[in-house]
């Protein structure tokens, strides 16, 4: 059986939520320079776009990274998207939900100070209860998911039976990005390839860390 056939029977079977990766890349294939500074370099159709695959999601996810390095709310955006929403059936506000192996989530981010829809905290047994414990004083519901990395398949399962969750987009980073990746939960990709040159050796791409050692493992998207 072909193998993607395969993994969506699998996902299917499973009850797992369509996963959607939407990124910003540079012509050079980055998503942040070297120093990795989280920036904005997209243009207002690319941001529009966003808000657009928002719209169609249960759920948005992001790395503690991205949330923790500006005035991210992970949110629905403006009026008019709140209500395609509300169209389509769903909820006018999305989850939230925000991915660290090591807890690493700054209680003062941006994200706590909009309460207008659940935020989620997925973690790991390495995150000491110092770092939890102001998460859940904010209303965060934080869900430990392995001892040491997070088991994103169980989150996903976890994210459908609890949240209902059907429809879910993940904006990176490049390490979370990875992750779905190499536990082939992802669905779907969108891109968008902006004028810009990064360069840099160490300058992340959207899928950082192990990538696949060889040709004959790489991952094919429709």
Known sequence: MNPKLKNRKAKLSAKLPFVLVNMAITADGKIATANRAVSSFGSQRDKDHLLE?????????????TVNSGPITLGPGPAKYRRARVH????????????????????????????????????????????????RELGAEVKVLGPREINFRKALRWLSEKWKVK??????????????????????????????????????????ESGFRNYRRRRSLN
Not at 53 to 65: E, F, I, Q
Not at 108 to 133: C, M, N, W, Y
Not at 177 to 205: M, Q, S, W
């Open 53 to 65: 695959l928002r719209a169609t999601a249960d759920a948005v996810m992001s790395g503690a990274g």
């Open 88 to 135: 389509r059936g769903l909820a006018e506000y999305n989850l939230r939900i925000i991915t660290s192996g090591s807890g690493n989530v700054d209680p003062d981010a941006e994200i706590f100070q909009h309460k207008f829809s659940p935020i989620i905290v997925l973690t790991t047994g390495r995150a000491g209860d110092d770092k939890l414990k102001p998460l």
């Open 167 to 208: 429809r879910l987009l993940c904006e990176g980073g490049g390490e979370l990005n990875d992750a779905l990746f190499r536990a082939g939960l992802v669905d779907e990709v969108h891109l968008t390839i902006c004028p810009k040159i990064f360069g840099g050796r160490t300058a992340p791409t959207m899928r950082r």
